[in-house]
């Protein structure tokens, strides 16, 4: 009986597989978890040991190759994929002292440039959306990309889009803007309606997305009735407070003033008691004429 040439090479090679290799297991459900430049490989094993090893193989796309060895089924790899502008391929063998198993492998990327059908697409957020709404427009304000991941890369004009309404409105912010503004228009009133915003960007080709649904408030007419009747009210104050300084005016223009004679009469002496207080007193001390003119004084008031 002939054997097949194919089974014959198969088992050949079946057989120089387990020379090499060990039996040892590979490492299944590799994945990848890349979001916002923070990428995590995790795989499973099913039989490990006390001596078992796991050889973690990162080859970039433009740059040089990076090994590195773990014990857990876990490995944060972002030191080693720090150039989201570059592709991956991540390679995890499983190592039972001397004997290693076959290698399983995942590729990734960031940027656009590298998408195909067998390469995991990594995410990156859009910065978190600021808004004030209005009855008509809401101003949309945002950190750029930049300053919100810290990645040199994104150092450049970041390009976006805000669709609502089956409408598109496109905007750009400079790579020196901390902040990035935008003022959507409404084309009709949404007074006590929800829409919903996708604002979408790319940044050193990468693509970033997100949505947001708002709420415009019911606008009421601001209410003024109460500004004539405040108006009115201060105006009566005001004539009252006239009509008593009126009032008191009136009152004090009441009071009876001092007789004028009385007035003159205080400072007033009789030209002839004058000239015989003179004439008596032509032989006096200076001190005894003072005591006399006290005395005429003091008549006087008694007067």
Not at 129 to 152: A, E, G, R
Not at 198 to 210: D, K
Not at 230 to 255: E, T
């Amino acid at each position: 009986m002939s054997t097949d040439p194919a089974f014959t090479i198969w088992v050949f090679f079946a057989f120089l597989c387990q020379i090499v290799c060990g039996f040892v297991p590979s490492p299944t459900n590799v994945s990848l978890d890349c979001h916002n430049f923070v990428n995590i490989l995790y795989w499973n094993y099913s039989k490990p040991t006390e001596q078992l090893k796991f050889i973690v193989m990162v080859k970039p796309y433009v740059s040089d190759l990076q090994t590195v060895e773990t014990s857990q089924m876990h490995l944060n790899i972002s030191e080693y994929t720090s150039d989201p502008a570059d592709n991956y391929v991540v390679t995890v063998t499983a190592h039972d002292g001397k004997e290693k198993s076959e290698h399983v492998s995942v590729q990734f990327t960031y940027s656009s440039d590298f998408y195909n059908d067998n390469t995991h697409k990594c995410s990156v957020h859009f910065p978190d959306v600021n808004m004030s709404v209005h009855k008509d427009m809401i101003d949309v304000f945002f950190l750029h990309p930049y300053n919100f991941y810290k990645q040199d890369i994104l150092k450049e004009v970041f390009l976006y889009r805000v669709t609502h309404d089956q409408r598109d409105s496109t905007f750009e912010c400079l790579d020196d803007e901390e902040l990035c503004t935008a003022v959507i228009h409404l084309n009709q009133s949404f007074d006590g309606q929800c829409i919903e915003l996708l604002l979408e960007g790319m940044i050193a080709a990468i693509h970033t997305s997100t949505y947001r649904n708002v709420c415009v408030s019911v606008h009421k007419p601001t209410e003024t009735g109460y500004i004539p009747a405040v108006i009115g009210v201060v105006v009566v104050l005001l004539f009252i407070a006239v009509g008593f300084v009126w009032i008191l005016c009136k009152k004090w223009s009441r009071i009876p003033q001092i007789p004028k004679i009385l007035k003159d009469s205080s400072t007033f002496i009789p030209t002839d008691t004058q000239e015989e207080v003179n004439h008596d007193t032509s032989g006096l001390s200076e001190e005894h004429v003072n005591d006399i003119e006290s005395g005429y004084d003091s008549r006087q008031f008694q007067l």
